[in-house]
Nanobody, 129 residues
Framework: QVQLVESGGGSVQAGGSLRLSCAAS????????MGWFRQAPGKEREGVGR????????AYADSVKGRFTISQDYAKNTVYLQMNSLKPEDTAMYYC??????????????????????WGQGTQVTVSS
């Protein structure tokens, strides 16, 4: 069955870095839109960024541009979220998501959680000031 398994969350001080991983299995990894989302307590889930596994540049939310980087290891069916210069407002549960219904251009604008079909269980990121 489809599995998205996130790891790498934890607690860090403001200005620090973390790298999240999302290992995908149970579906063909190629030509897939892989997204990262986050949800803080009492807030709606928001998109952080996404990457089309078939190539092309990642897309990022304005709130994380210049600080977060999405990459992949195609051979390992794994997507990464490198988070630098972390701020307390980055504190949230971070989720990996996937959808096979988009091309590269469609993935670039797939900002909503409803655009994605498969979800991981999430990993907590806590940034202290």
């Amino acid at each position: 069955q489809v599995q998205l398994v996130e790891s790498g969350g934890g607690s860090v001080q403001a200005g620090g870095s973390l790298r999240l991983s999302c290992a995908a299995s149970g579906f063909t990894y190629s030509s897939t839109c892989m997204g990262w989302f986050r949800q803080a307590p009492g807030k709606e889930r928001e998109g952080v960024g996404r990457l089309y596994t078939g190539g092309g540049r990642p897309a990022y939310a304005d709130s994380v541009k210049g600080r977060f980087t999405i990459s992949q290891d195609y051979a390992k069916n794994t997507v990464y979220l490198q988070m630098n210069s972390l701020k307390p407002e980055d504190t949230a549960m971070y989720y990996c998501a996937a959808s096979k219904q988009y091309s590269e251009s469609g993935c670039y604008v797939a900002r909503r959680s409803s655009d994605f079909v498969w979800w991981g269980q999430g990993t907590q990121v806590t940034v202290s000031s």
